[in-house]
């Protein structure tokens, strides 16, 4: 074992009785940021420390077990704004509970952590110049921040870093030497599960809800009234393999397999990354150069960075693959255990969440076997 995957195999052990014996003054002594190792030093307080809720905080000694310590930190730091005790205990044991890993835990803390009433920043900051260079920092809203990203990629080149090509289209904009940024226009696609498109189809639809791909929902009733013409797509899924519609004999997935990937993973499938589908490049989980074929239960999305570093050759396994289970794409890790990077895809939204498939043993390197 090389000393970075010490490190991992350390990251993913169980980390909470490291904190029974954490010393704050020894912790910075030997170079740890002052920064983390305070907020370590917050966490032993409220997992060892004097407290009036004894038995909730042995019930979440119990259950941290199976988090590593950033991800103890993250609860904290998304309940530290509520007041009462006795609530940030509850959604500390709630939060707790929550299995995925670290990006799941902010998923499931956006959803049951009382939203701050306080009014957003929205602002442009500008830094102090450096060697002829300045940074500008613009709090905004997620959508115009995800418009002007979409508006940025256009036309960039894929061999190339993207970052200086966004850049100077950015300035273009700016200057009025192209056209300017437009909200992108919602295109809701109707995800319907075979079964109750079945029903729909027979008359017997009428308390069938299905989900679209914007948050709304409508009745099999209204779907079957509504008459949608270009407005609105329509796409069926099955509860075990996924997305249907199936093609073999090309390269490149098209646009409909390019949609309906997107919809089973809205963003790429690597754990913790945040691009969206649809800035992403189609990935064959079984590689094209082994025999796999673009058909929907081979393709997954990934962005340009994790789809050159997934390991398409399982003994080169260093860095991670991505695996389809259940017609769902997983992150399978060097270790053999698997994580998702969402929640919100089209099976989620109709099937219910997946549970985490047991871990596998890991892989040993070609190179190592004798």
């Known amino acids: 074992m090389n000393p970075f995957d010490a490190y991992i195999e350390a990251l993913c052990a169980t980390s909470v009785e490291t904190l029974r014996h954490f010393d704050l003054d020894v912790a910075v002594a030997a170079g740890m940021a002052p920064e ?32 590593s310590v950033d991800e103890l930190a993250l609860i904290e730091r998304r309940i ?17 509970d929550v299995r995925g890993g670290y990006r799941a835990i902010e998923r499931a803390a956006r959803d049951i952590v009382p939203a701050d009433d306080a009014p957003k920043r ?20 997620d959508r115009n921040a995800a418009d002007l990203e979409h508006r940025l990629m256009q036309g960039t080149d894929p061999a190339l870093p993207a970052a200086p090509q966004m850049e100077e289209a950015f300035w273009r904009i700016v200057r009025g030497e192209t056209g300017g940024v437009v909200p ?77 990937a997107s919809m089973v993973s809205p963003v790429c499938a690597f754990p913790g990354c945040r691009h969206g ?25 990934l962005c340009r960075y994790h789809n050159r570093v997934n390991a ?3 003994w080169r396994n260093s860095r991670g693959r991505i695996a389809m289970i259940r017609g769902a794409p997983w992150w399978l890790s060097p ?11 089209a099976l989620d939204q109709l099937f219910g969440p997946q549970p985490t498939p047991p871990p596998e043993p890991a892989h ?3 190179h190592a076997r004798r």
Do not use: C
């Open 36 to 67: 983390r190792a305070r907020a370590w030093a917050g966490l032993q307080e409220v997992y060892f420390g004097a407290t009036k809720y004894t038995r909730k905080q042995a019930s979440a000694v119990v259950k941290a077990r199976g988090h």
């Open 80 to 96: 530290s704004g509520v007041k009462d005790a006795g609530e940030r205990w509850r959604l500390r044991l709630a939060l707790l």
């Open 122 to 141: 929205k602002q442009v900051a500008f830094s102090k110049p450096n060697n002829g260079r300045a940074r500008i920092t613009i709090d905004t809203t």
């Open 184 to 260: 992108a226009a919602p295109r809701p696609i109707v995800m319907v599960p075979i079964d109750a498109h079945a029903r729909i189809l027979a008359g017997d639809g009428d308390d069938v809800i299905l989900t679209l791909t914007d948050g709304t929902t409508m009745t099999g009733a209204e779907y079957m009234a509504a008459e949608f013409g270009d407005a609105l797509e329509v796409a069926a899924f099955h509860p075990a393999t996924g997305a249907v519609n199936l093609y073999a004999t090309e390269r490149f997935a098209n646009q409909k397999q390019r949609d309906l």
């Open 277 to 301: 589908a649809y800035g992403s490049e189609i990935h064959h989980v079984e590689a094209w150069k082994h025999g796999g074929y673009t058909n929907m239960d081979n393709l997954v999305p």
């Open 312 to 314: 398409d050759d399982p």
């Open 335 to 345: 270790r053999g255990h698997y994580l998702r990077n969402t929640d919100r895809g």
């Open 364 to 366: 040993t390197p070609r």
